[in-house]
């Protein structure tokens, strides 16, 4: 979203449906444009961008508004108690993934931890050098290096439950019309893509 942002803001409103929007006809993205007429009033729409620059799509522009508000409308038609435990559930069985980075950083404190028993069962057994105290040394120093590393790592995935999701998400489905930023969060958390046809 962040690498595409500068597209968001290039008119002085926001094109709710930029990188959603794409024209049925030949499948580029359509893009926000603005233009004045003659009594100085602005047009705000979305024009082909295959029809922009290369001119060889014959996609006709829609108003900016027209079309959002058809979008808002129908995803949130679409958004009832049945879909949103659908979503929920699917995101939180997602969720519960573990991260390969976790699972990397626990299989070397296994292994570390495996080493230095084994150390400690050579030094039982009175098998004790100067090598084997370094070695000792270096494999406590992974030990703690890697635990700190976990640490960090599983602090960086919140707690989420299936519950709070599913209440996130009413929370979103019932948020007023009216506000600029209700509309852009829908978008952004429900639409995937729009194909947009003359008819």
């Known amino acids: 979203k962040n690498k595409r942002a500068t597209a968001r803001h290039k008119a002085e409103d926001d094109y709710l449906l930029t990188t959603k929007l794409f024209c049925g006809k030949c499948g580029a993205y359509?893009?926000?444009?603005?233009?004045?007429?003659?009594?100085?009033?602005?047009?705000?729409?979305?024009?082909?961008?295959?029809?922009?620059?290369?001119?060889?799509?014959?996609?006709?522009?829609?108003?900016?508004?027209?079309i959002e508000d058809i979008v808002?409308?129908?995803?949130?038609?679409?958004?009832n108690d049945e879909v949103i435990e659908d979503i929920a559930g699917i995101v939180f069985r997602n969720f519960q993934k573990e991260n390969p980075v976790i699972q990397l950083l626990k299989q070397r404190l296994s292994e570390t931890e495996t080493a230095l028993?084994?150390?400690?069962?050579?030094?039982?057994?009175?098998?004790?050098?100067?090598?084997?105290?370094?070695?000792?040394?270096?494999?406590?120093?992974?030990?703690?290096?890697?635990?700190?590393?976990?640490?960090?790592?599983e602090m960086k995935k919140p707690t989420i439950t299936k519950a709070g999701l599913v209440l996130w998400l009413k929370q979103i489905q019932t948020m007023s019309l009216e506000t600029k930023e209700y509309k852009q969060r829908l978008i952004d958390c429900?639409?995937?893509?729009?194909?947009?046809?003359d008819d």
């Open 30 to 66: 359509m893009t926000g444009e603005s233009g004045t007429g003659r009594n100085g009033t602005v047009h705000r729409y979305y024009k082909c961008n295959t029809a922009k620059y290369k001119h060889t799509c014959d996609k006709k522009t829609v108003k900016k508004d027209w």
């Open 72 to 79: 808002i409308k129908y995803t949130r038609e679409v958004m």
């Open 117 to 153: 028993n084994n150390l400690l069962k050579a030094i039982e057994e009175g098998i004790i050098t100067s090598t084997t105290k370094q070695r000792m040394l270096e494999l406590e120093q992974t030990r703690d290096e890697t635990n700190l590393k976990l640490i960090k790592e």
């Open 190 to 197: 429900f639409v995937n893509a729009v194909y947009l046809y």
